[in-house]
């Protein structure tokens, strides 16, 4: 069903998530409150210069040596790596969709310095809508595997057929779909992984798109990053809200709006080229976006990634408390089969092998959790789009109860 409306802020969605805010304020009390002032000081770190965006973001300019990434105990003495050593060979920008400057609402009222990075300011009303001070930017379960993927349904394809892996490149389908609540989320990304639950050592990277009212205040899709290496009981957060991902590039923020222009059903298709690699000479993996270096997870902040991964999954979720009758659509909220221009997409999939070259993997191994609801579907030959497939689904329809 195509939306009649593509305006990013639902009123219903802003009036439950203000309720929430106000409802978690009251309960919080001054201790709470106390708590809230600490975490936004440590988070939002004393700007060079701060861009008002249209939208109502505000954007700090921090010096690159100051960003949050540099509180972390590990990085103490970290020399920054301003630029990646190299790029895996066979990169190869070609795409169907013509290629477009990387931009985002607030670069309308300016743009950040050179040494400096671009970082949304932090306000309350984000912190009181988490659970918790405590879980604030992270992932909302931890502990153990049943209490991470409650509520969550995937549509997702692995690479299968290596043991080690050492990055990914793929362009991802950009759409805005809708959410039932504010606590529902659906995204799309790609997880780059090592270790395990069980082990309570699994280490990820991911990198994608979201639309999370409870985390941005809104329902606009965000461009975001996670990491972990504990199995998301302590470590790893969204973004930059904790201390990890090192920053080197000022143009491009994390879970701002927006990303555009959206792909619209039946109508014109927009993607974006997203590649993470573990650069050969220092070990980190470095993130690029649309052809921009963007930063990178040092090595040092993982046990498992620190030297390969052993897993790579490209792919759809949602998640809702009501997971067996949410609305909550993932990608463009259409099953796999309707193909091109309704359907969501991931495309001209590849890894990166030991030798830091980008090659197609040797097969997919398909996954959907619940078929009837999101589905996943290999793309057909003859076309210049490589490896690719396609994901996704409205949720609660006729056949999925």
Known sequence: MAMTARACVVALVVMAVTILCFERAAAAGTAGRSDVQRLLRRLNKPPVATIQSPDGDTIDCVHISKQPAFDNPILKNHTIQMWPSSHPRGLNQDAN??????????????????????????????VLRANSVSSYGKKRSKFTELAVTTGHQWAEASAQGANNYYGTEANINLWQPIVETASDFSLTQFWVTSGSYQNNDLNTIEVGWQVYPQMYGDNCPKLFIYWTRDAYQTTGCYDLKCSGFVQTNNNIAFGVSQLTPLSTYGGSQYDINILVWKDPATGNWWLQISNEDIGYWPSSIFTNLASSASSVTWGGEVFSSDAGQTSTQMGSGHLPNEGFGKASYIRNIQVVDASNTLRSPSSLGLFASRPNCYNVEMGGAGTNWGTYFYYGGPGRNANCQ
Do not use: L
């Open 97 to 126: 969709v013509a290629p477009r400057p990387f931009m985002q609402t607030w670069h309308k009222n300016g743009k950040c310095p050179e040494n400096t990075i671009p970082i949304r300011r932090t306000k309350e009303e984000d």
